[in-house]
């Protein structure tokens, strides 16, 4: 009998796991809140098409993407500029939300996944210590095995018993607030610098970025404090005195989002469930891109639940989905937390000093992208870290800062590499308690 695998939530991770579970045989169906076509935010968005060569999927049709610029960091001045170079086999592409959507979708229905929509998911149905199902708006639905796909603020892993281990809230330095609007471009000045992305911008804990294309200019704002419209159109005033190109009239977006950027989850799986994507906290924590990672992790999820086919779903046999992924991608995505963290201690003036003496380098945007592997970024931090304090020792407060960043972040990615390769329910809490506790 084939196995009923339910999935909560249209995310891009949870798609992408659907469709290569259909393909494979088993029946799948996907129950999404929001109603058919209406998918999206009115913005666009960055990943990496190694990641669909991964999964195994076609790049998208040529009239829907195009390549993403270098980008160059700055502190809140923007006196001093560091440019990440990406090779060309690791450029990320630029598709619309709303493109990438219908693009995941199509693929998921031809190969024979259901999806309901207007379907609200309310929660897990819980039998002893497995998931069962989803609670709906529509009725209970039962499963092999639920998918939780629902993002960051997820209602079926916000009410998994503590008993699973899987956090259910996210802290609330561990989200960014982002908002995103596209305006024209009323200038041809500017030619170099066109993917601007600013620490600090105006003071506000935060980052920043002003992207120049053809037709637009393309807006962001994150901060970790909630902001209003209001200040946000003030703001992109600001934004304007350093940016010629970002003109004043509005041609789509304006809209507000929330983004997890913190480490993994440290347990992602229990018997009858497995979280994906901004439900796992997948994104990236420096700059919130986090599409990549969801499909590698759907992809990497798929082939467990596939090798399994024959057993039930449980924690034994899904650990290697997390494992696979940790090594894949998730172990990088660790000591970028570190970082962020540690951003978020520092003042305007640090952060402008810290690119003022150039301390970043090539490598650690590497690392930044997630390039690098998790050895290579143990080994650039150990080798690089003595370099950093030399370029700042008449800061003692900064000595001091970099020395904790870059040990917690050795720490962190050691951690990573330690985790359990096989289900063992009090090693895996204690491993994910120390793995947790590195990042305080």
């Known amino acids: 009998m084939n196995k009923n695998i339910v999935v909560a939530g249209l995310g891009h991770g949870g798609i992408v796991a659907a469709a290569l579970l259909a393909e494979k045989g088993f029946n799948v169906t996907v129950y999404e809140k929001m109603s058919e076509g209406t998918l999206g935010h009115d913005w666009t968005d960055m990943f990496e098409p190694k990641a669909l060569d991964f999964a195994g999927l076609p790049m998208p049709s040529a009239d829907k993407f195009r390549y993403k610029e270098n980008m160059t960091f700055s502190g809140p001045s923007s006196q001093k500029v560091l440019t990440q170079y990406i090779t060309e086999k690791d450029m990320q592409i630029i598709m619309e939300r709303k493109d990438l959507y219908t693009y995941l979708i199509d693929i998921a229905l031809e190969k024979g996944v259901k999806i309901v929509y207007d379907c609200e998911v309310l929660g897990p149905i819980i039998n002893g210590d497995r998931v069962v199902g989803i609670k709906t708006a529509k009725g209970d639905i039962t499963g092999d095995l639920v998918i939780d796909s629902c993002g960051m603020n997820s209602p079926v892993r916000r009410n998994l018993p503590k008993s699973f281990n899987i956090q259910n809230e996210i802290e609330s ?147 290697s989905y997390q494992v696979g992924y940790y090594k894949k991608v998730g172990a990088l995505i660790a000591p970028l937390q570190c970082v962020k963290s540690a951003l978020l201690e520092l003042s305007v003036k640090d952060v402008d000093y810290l690119f003022a003496t150039e301390i970043a380098t090539s490598d650690d945007m590497r690392i930044i992208a997630g390039l690098s592997t998790p050895q290579e970024a143990i080994a650039t931090i150990k080798r690089e870290i003595p370099q950093k304090i030399k370029s700042i020792n008449n800061n003692k407060h900064l000595v001091a800062v970099v020395m904790d960043v870059g040990a917690k972040m050795c720490k962190v990615l050691t951690l990573s590499l330690r985790m359990p390769e096989r289900w063992d329910k009090e090693k895996v809490a204690k491993w994910a308690k120390s793995y947790d506790k590195a990042f305080k």
């Open 173 to 319: 330095d561990g989200k960014i607030i982002i908002y995103r609007a596209f305006y024209n471009k009323c200038s041809d000045d500017e030619i170099s610098g066109k993917f601007k992305i600013i620490l600090y911008a105006g003071g506000h804990p935060g980052i920043s970025w002003v992207a120049s294309h053809e037709a637009y200019t393309d807006v962001l704002i994150g901060r970790f404090k909630p902001f209003d419209e209001k200040e946000a159109v003030e703001f992109t005033e600001f934004l304007r005195r350093t940016n010629p190109r970002l003109g004043k009239e509005k041609l789509r977006g304006g809209s507000f989002a929330e983004i997890p950027v913190r480490h993994n989850l440290s347990v992602m799986v229990a018997d009858g469930y497995a979280a994906i994507g901004d439900c796992a906290f997948m994104p990236m924590p420096l700059i919130g891109n986090g599409i990549a990672n969801a499909i590698m992790a759907g992809k990497i999820l798929a082939d467990t639940v596939s090798e399994n086919k024959k057993e039930s779903y449980t924690a034994k046999n899904l650990w």
